[in-house]
Structure formats: structure tokens, C-alpha cells
């Protein structure tokens, strides 16, 4: 597994490899914008230059994470076309950075039941990802709290609406646990890596969030915590990122960090230390 981490742009786009580099990550997670606002203001072409030959020197892989309040299922006219705009601004964006992937996570259905908004969902879906012409699109599964969208039955419905190559998903370790998905054993992972498949196919997983829990197992709640301090441990993750299902993907940090600044040197080598107890090297890019 090549592990990496969100990493903030602070105003200084360019430097984001450099710095992921300098903490030990191989892959790196950033927004484009402002995570919690509709304004959107693309990054120079200055910017859009080092942020590429950043990446290049470094062999960092990027990713790009979409603004937190798309909804693009919802019966709101105005949200969901602002959602819309937002997603193809940020698939646009990532095209010109040479990013991986976006991932985007899906709103909620506010109490209509899912089949209620696929329809609405996936166009809009798919008129974001018509603004990029490289980039994958990566909805990522969801904690199961209140009515919101994400869980492995959802995301499969969606690929396949879609029916796009572009189209593939993330998974993020404490949303699975707080959903209901017992990671922590090598059998609860079987069973994980079977539904997946079975419900959207194992090739379309292309990228990990890899966070602790600060809740339990069918909590419903999402709240990330640092490796091997929540609820699934260092023998959890040990059993994660050494599953054959899950073992050559990229895997990026979303933990607050041991100072609370963020994801940093000490949970990746936290991940890296399982790796190597496991007797493992990590394996080479999946192409």
C-alpha cells in the first residue's frame, strides 16, 4: 500500500508535494477551494505549473477531494445546481493538475429513500464529470448517518447507473466500522471485499481513506481519530492494509494528528510499521 495524507494548501498550491514528501507520503489529498463555501476561484496557471512539477519531482500521486455541501440528489433546484457547478469547477481544476482521482461525497436523499433522488443524483454526476476529460470521479462511502448517501449497495447502484470507466469509488476505513462493517478481523474483511465486488467489482476501488474511529462498530456517527487510537486499533488497521482486497492501493490520512495539526509523519509511520511487522513490502501501482 502507498500511504499519503490530506495536506492543506495554505495559499501555496505549488509547495503541497514537497511538503507531503517531507512527511513520508507517497500520495497526497487536497481541496481546490474552500471546503465549506460555494466561492469558488481557480488556482493561477502559475500555481497549476509548480503544483504539476511538484508532483513530478516528488512521485507524489495527487488526489482532490470535492467541497463538503454538494448535494447533488437533492429536490433544492438552487443546491443542486450549485452542487453541480461546484463538482464540474473541481473535475475541471483537476484535469488541468493532473490529478488521480476527485472524490466527492454524495449528500443526503432528507428522508424520500434513495431510489427517490438515483435518478437526479446521477445526472448530475455525470454532467460534473463531462467538464473533465482525464480525471476519475470517486464517490466515497458514508458513515450510514441520518439519510445520508454511500453505503456499498448505494455506491453500486450509482456505478452502474453511470456505467462510465471514469467512474470509481473510495472507501473510507471509519465510515465502514461506523456503518456496520467489522474491518478489524481477516473474516470481516472477506466478507467486505466479497459484497464490494459482488455490488460494484473490486477494480473500481482506487483509492483508501485510511482513519481510526472514534466511535464504535455500528455507531453511525463519523468521527475520525489518529491510528491505533479509535476503536479499530493498530490490529485493526494491521488486518486492513495487509488484506490482499486492499494491499496495492493508495491510502491517504484524514486524522487530526498527534499536535492536532492535521495528518503527519508519526500516523504514516504508524501504518508503515504494521506493513513491515506483517512481513510485507508494499506493492507495486495498479495500473
Same mark, same amino acid.
Given at each position: 500500500m502507498r500511504f499519503g495524507a490530506h495536506v492543506t494548501t495554505g495559499g501555496a498550491l505549488a509547495t503541497v508535494p514537497y511538503r507531503a514528501a517531507e512527511i513520508g507520503a507517497e500520495c497526497v489529498q487536497i481541496f481546490v477551494g474552500n471546503p465549506r463555501g460555494w466561492r469558488f476561484v481557480p488556482p493561477s496557471d502559475e500555481a497549476i505549473e509548480g503544483?504539476?512539477?511538484?508532483? =513530478?519531482?516528488?512521485?507524489?500521486?495527487?488526489?482532490?477531494?470535492?467541497?463538503?455541501?454538494?448535494?447533488?440528489?437533492?429536490?433544492?433546484?438552487?443546491?443542486?445546481?450549485?452542487?453541480?457547478?461546484?463538482?464540474?469547477?473541481?473535475?475541471?481544476? =483537476?484535469?488541468?493538475?493532473?490529478?488521480?482521482?476527485?472524490?466527492?461525497?454524495?449528500?443526503?436523499?432528507?428522508?424520500?429513500?434513495?431510489?427517490?433522488?438515483?435518478?437526479?443524483?446521477?445526472?448530475?454526476?455525470s454532467a460534473g464529470l463531462a467538464a473533465s476529460r482525464h480525471t476519475l470521479l470517486l464517490p466515497e462511502n458514508s458513515a450510514g448517518q441520518g439519510d445520508t448517501i454511500g453505503s456499498i449497495t448505494e455506491l453500486g447502484a450509482i456505478v452502474h447507473r453511470l456505467g462510465d470507466d471514469r467512474v470509481g469509488v473510495c472507501l473510507d476505513t471509519a465510515h465502514l466500522l461506523a456503518a456496520g462493517h467489522e474491518i478489524r478481523t481477516r473474516a470481516g474483511l472477506d466478507a467486505l471485499a466479497a459484497e464490494f465486488d459482488a455490488a460494484i467489482g473490486l477494480p473500481r476501488l482506487r483509492v483508501l481513506h485510511l482513519n481510526d474511529s472514534k466511535t464504535d462498530l455500528g455507531s453511525r456517527v463519523d468521527?475520525?481519530?489518529?491510528?491505533?487510537?479509535?476503536?479499530?486499533?493498530?490490529?485493526?488497521?494491521?488486518?486492513?492494509?495487509?488484506?490482499?482486497?486492499?494491499a496495492d492501493l493508495p491510502g491517504l490520512l484524514e486524522v487530526p494528528g498527534l499536535a492536532g495539526k492535521g495528518p503527519d509523519a508519526a500516523n504514516l509511520e504508524r501504518l508503515r510499521a504494521l506493513v513491515r511487522r506483517a512481513g510485507q513490502q508494499p506493492r507495486p501501482r495498479r495500473r
Open positions: 503544483f504539476r512539477k511538484g508532483c =513530478a519531482e516528488t512521485g507524489v500521486e495527487p488526489f482532490v477531494h470535492c467541497m463538503y455541501l454538494v448535494n447533488y440528489g437533492t429536490a433544492d433546484d438552487t443546491l443542486r445546481q450549485r452542487s453541480i457547478a461546484a463538482l464540474a469547477d473541481t473535475m475541471r481544476v =483537476a484535469d488541468e493538475l493532473g490529478v488521480t482521482g476527485v472524490v466527492t461525497h454524495l449528500g443526503s436523499h432528507k428522508k424520500t429513500g434513495f431510489a427517490s433522488v438515483l435518478d437526479r443524483l446521477c445526472d448530475g454526476l468521527r475520525h481519530q489518529n491510528i491505533g487510537d479509535g476503536y479499530i486499533g493498530a490490529a485493526g488497521f494491521a488486518q486492513f492494509v495487509n488484506h490482499p482486497a486492499f
